[in-house]
C-alpha cells in the first residue's frame, strides 16, 4: 500500500511564495509518473504539474513559468515550488502517482493566496 502525505500549503499574499511537499512511503513499484493536481471550490480538480519516472515534466498553461515540479528520488519525495501566486491559485492541492498497477491520491493541502 502506498501513501502520500502532503505539506507545505497555506496562506500567503499575492506574489508570495509556498512550497508544497509530497511523501510517498509503501511499496512503490513500477513508477510512473507523480503529479500534482488542484481542486477549486465548486471545480473539478485540474491537473497542475506532472513528471514521469524519467524526468520530463509538464504545466498547465497557467501556472508555466511561475510554478515548478521536482523529485527527490532517495527520498521519495515530491515538491511543487510556487511563485509569484495569484488569487485564483487559491485551492486544494493534492498528490498524485501513478504506476504501472494502481494510481494513489494524497489527502490534499490547502493553498490560499490573497490579493
Known sequence: QVRLAESGGGSVQAGGSLRLSCAASGSISGLRLMAWYRQAPGKQRDLVA???????????ESVRGRFTISRDNAKNTLYLQM???KAEDTAVFYCYLVTWGQNYWGQGTQVTVSS
Open 50 to 60: 506532472s513528471i514521469t519516472a524519467g524526468g520530463f515534466t509538464n504545466y498547465a
Open 83 to 85: 511563485n509569484s501566486l
